[in-house]
């Protein structure tokens, strides 16, 4: 938790969130999926676009704002189109 949230190293950054996402049921993991999808590295936000199903049924509307922010204005058109993907039902 403290590494996902404070690590300096995107790969440290990287292992918290893998590490986190084997337990998704664990209290308080949605909110630091929340945190990585916030991360300054393109791929944290990716992966943890590309695991939000863990998360999503529970919480979808928490998670709303996050994504329309990420399909309105993320730098990396990967994380838009990830974000765009939830957005629309996560349709493949």
């Known amino acids: 938790e403290w590494l996902l949230l404070n690590g300096k190293l995107y790969a440290d950054r990287f292992l918290a969130l893998e590490r986190l996402l084997e ?10 999926v929340k945190s990585a999808l916030r991360d300054p590295f393109w791929y944290q936000r990716n992966y943890a676009l590309n ?14 704002p996050i994504l329309l922010q990420l ?11 990830s974000a765009i993907r939830w957005l629309n039902g996560n349709d493949e």
Do not use: H
């Open 23 to 32: 337990e998704p049921s664990e209290p308080g993991t949605a909110e630091l």
């Open 51 to 64: 695991n939000l199903e863990y998360f999503m049924q529970s919480d979808d509307e928490s998670f709303k």
């Open 71 to 81: 399909a309105q204005t993320d730098k990396d058109a990967r994380v838009r189109a």
